[in-house]
């Protein structure tokens, strides 16, 4: 990829998309997966262990256009925060399409996919393994190439606030209210460079006294799908499995 930027400069190729500000199209399915499920099963199935509280101090925040509150200023004021309801609508499956910033691909946009599904039974009542994948999020001033401005989690449940709590949630008009949302846990930011043998980053997951940092992120912030290679040690755990 080095050889072909150099040997054909951006500029002299006519199909170049190249652009400021690369976004992925965001397909999701006019109906949701399961049309409806608890918090409470939400933080069983799902693994979302902190949901209620994660989109509380979401929707602080977003209601705060001038992004001053300092996190105990968060906490404080999400304690008071009413959810109206008691089950949301949720999404197993988000489809991208992402653009090729250097155009060395053709015109067609590269198709994307992102799985967030619980252990399930097929039609032959075998048990189907979780799949909660994991992304690449834009945390607001990541660009359309480089890992500056973004960061991995994994996203464990894909959901909407349903219609009827959006003006109670969000009553500034001024503000844009939120489409599709994610529970996601975080994994460690980048390091400033990859490592100097494999040429890849090492991350791991952020904890906070034990328990994965998690947060509700915006489905659109989501780059793409990503996969990590576990640093396995001198053996492979024989207890680890696909979920």
């Given at each position: 990829?080095?050889?072909?930027?150099?040997?054909?400069?951006?500029?002299?190729?006519?199909?170049?998309?190249?652009?400021?500000?690369?976004?992925?199209?965001?397909?999701?399915?006019?109906?949701?997966?399961?049309?409806?499920?608890?918090?409470?099963?939400?933080?069983?199935?799902?693994?979302?262990?902190?949901?209620?509280?994660?989109?509380?101090?979401?929707?602080?925040?977003?209601?705060?256009?001038?992004?001053?509150?300092?996190?105990?200023?968060?906490?404080?004021?999400?304690?008071?925060?009413?959810?109206?309801?008691?089950?949301?609508?949720?999404?197993?499956?988000?489809?991208?399409?992402?653009?090729?910033?250097?155009g060395l691909l053709s015109d067609t946009q590269v198709a994307d996919a992102v799985h967030v599904q619980p252990a399930r039974k097929n039609k032959y009542e075998n048990t189907v393994p979780a799949r909660f994948d994991t992304v690449l999020i834009n945390t607001g001033i990541g660009g359309p190439t480089g890992m500056s401005g973004y960061r991995i989690a994994q996203v464990r449940v894909v959901f909407k606030i349903p219609g009827s709590a959006m003006y109670t949630l969000f009553p500034n008009r001024a503000v844009a209210r939120p489409e599709h949302l994610a529970y996601v846990e975080w994994f460690t930011p980048f390091p400033p460079t990859p490592h100097p043998d494999h040429g890849l980053y090492k991350i791991s997951r952020s904890l906070r006294r034990g328990d994965r940092i998690a947060s509700i992120v915006p489905v659109q912030n989501i780059a793409r799908?990503?996969?990590?290679?576990?640093d396995f040690g001198a053996a492979a755990p024989r207890a680890w499995t696909s979920s």
């Open positions: 990829m080095a050889w072909a930027v150099q040997t054909h400069p951006l500029s002299d190729r006519p199909n170049s998309r190249f652009s400021s500000a690369v976004i992925p199209r965001l397909q999701m399915t006019r109906h949701p997966s399961p049309k409806a499920i608890s918090s409470g099963d939400i933080a069983v199935n799902y693994g979302a262990k902190y949901f209620r509280d994660a989109l509380a101090r979401f929707v602080v925040e977003h209601n705060d256009s001038s992004s001053t509150l300092t996190r105990a200023e968060i906490e404080h004021k999400s304690a008071g925060v009413y959810f109206p309801f008691h089950k949301v609508p949720v999404f197993h499956r988000i489809k991208l399409w992402i653009d090729d910033p250097q799908s990503c996969h990590l290679l576990p």
